[in-house]
C-alpha cells in the first residue's frame, strides 16, 4: 500500500487506523473506535464489524484519491513564508468536494486548532514541511509523496502535539490521533528505485497471466538494483554449504555431537548412538 521512509510522524501510532500517542486508561483500542459489533452477533464467535465511519457522499463524483489537485493552498488557506513558520489559530478544514495541493514548501505550519481533511489534501514530491498539530483527521483523503532518498531528515513531518483528548465525532479517539474517519490515506515515501527491505530472489510471475503478459515477463521485471560485491570469502553463486559427505573428504561443517558415532555410504553421512 504504502512506503514511508522520507516522511515522519513523531507519535506512537498505528496508521490507517484511530490512533492516539499516549491513550487514557479508559480510552477505547483501535478495533473499538473503528468498528462496533451489533448487538445480535456480540456472543457469537464470527462477528461482523460494522464501519463506525462510512464515506462522505459529498466527494462523490468530484474528487477520490487519484483526482490531480490544481487548486493551491496558497489560494485556498493563505500565503506562507518560506523558511518561517505560520500559526493557524483556529481549526483548518479541507472542504468536502474540494482537491487542495500543498504548494508550500520549506515552511512549517502550526495548526493550534488541529487539521480536518473532509475533502483531498495533496503534498506532491519535492515539498519540505513540518505540520504542528493536536490531532489531523482524514474524512476524505491524503496523499503524500516524497522521493527523497533515506538521510535521517524527513521531508514531510507530522508533530503531534497537546494533551487534550480529542473526539471524532462522538467517538473518543484520545490524545494525539491521526484518525482515518472513513478516509483514505495514500503514503509514497521512498524512490521508485528503493531496494526492499528484505532480500527477493525472484519474482513469480502468477501463472493465469495473458500469454503477451507472460512473454513480457523477463523484460517487464527486469532487475533495477545492483547489489554490491560480495565480501572476500562469501558465496558468489548462493551456495552457502556444499558438502559431498564422502568417506575421504567427511566434513567440514557438519558434525556429530560428542559421543555419537559417524558412518560414510557413499555420498550419505549417518549419525548414530545420539545422546542428544
Known amino acids: 500500500m504504502t512506503k514511508s521512509g522520507a516522511l515522519g510522524i513523531l507519535v ?22 473503528l468498528y462496533q459489533v ?11 464489524l460494522v464501519p463506525l465511519f462510512p464515506s462522505l457522499a459529498c466527494n462523490d463524483g468530484i474528487v477520490d484519491m487519484s483526482t490531480v489537485c490544481t487548486k493551491t493552498w496558497t489560494e485556498y488557506i493563505g500565503a506562507s513564508t518560506p523558511g518561517a ?7 483548518i478544514v479541507i472542504g468536502c468536494g474540494e ?24 503534498i506532491p514530491d519535492g515539498t519540505t514541511v513540518t505540520m504542528e498539530t493536536p490531532f489531523v483527521i482524514v474524512k476524505g483523503f491524503l496523499e503524500m ?12 513531518k507530522f508533530l503531534m502535539t497537546g494533551t487534550d483528548s480529542i473526539s471524532v465525532d462522538t467517538v473518543d479517539a484520545g490524545k494525539k ?21 528484505l532480500p527477493i530472489h525472484d519474482i513469480s510471475k502468477n501463472d493465469q497471466a495473458p500469454d503477451a503478459v507472460a512473454a513480457d515477463f523477463d523484460q517487464l521485471y527486469q ?13 558468489e553463486d548462493g551456495v552457502f554449504i556444499d ?16 559421543g555419537s558415532m559417524v558412518q560414510y555410504d557413499g555420498n550419505t553421512m549417518a549419525v548414530v548412538d545420539r545422546t542428544h
Not at 490521533?177 to 527491505?197: C, H, M, Q, S, Y
Open 12 to 33: 506512537p501510532m498505528a496508521m490507517m487506523a484511530i490512533a492516539a500517542g499516549s491513550h487514557a486508561n479508559n480510552a477505547p483500542t483501535n478495533d473499538q473506535v
Open 38 to 48: 451489533p448487538d445480535d452477533v456480540q456472543d457469537q464467535d464470527h462477528r461482523s
Open 85 to 91: 513558520s505560520t500559526t493557524h489559530a483556529s481549526k
Open 99 to 122: 482537491c487542495i495541493l500543498f504548494d508550500q514548501t520549506d515552511s512549517t505550519h502550526v495548526f493550534s486548532g488541529g487539521l480536518e481533511i473532509q475533502g483531498k489534501l495533496q
Open 145 to 156: 509523496t516524497s522521493s527523497k532518498g533515506v538521510d535521517g531528515e524527513d521531508a514531510i
Open 177 to 197: 490521533p491521526f484518525a482515518v474517519a472513513g478516509g483514505e490515506v495514500k503514503i509514497n515515501g521512498l524512490p521508485d528505485d528503493t531496494p526492499t527491505w
Open 223 to 235: 532487475k533495477s538494483y545492483t547489489p554490491p560485491p560480495n565480501e572476500p570469502g562469501c558465496s
Open 243 to 258: 558438502e559431498t559427505f564422502s568417506e575421504t573428504t567427511g566434513s567440514s561443517v557438519v558434525r556429530a555431537s560428542p
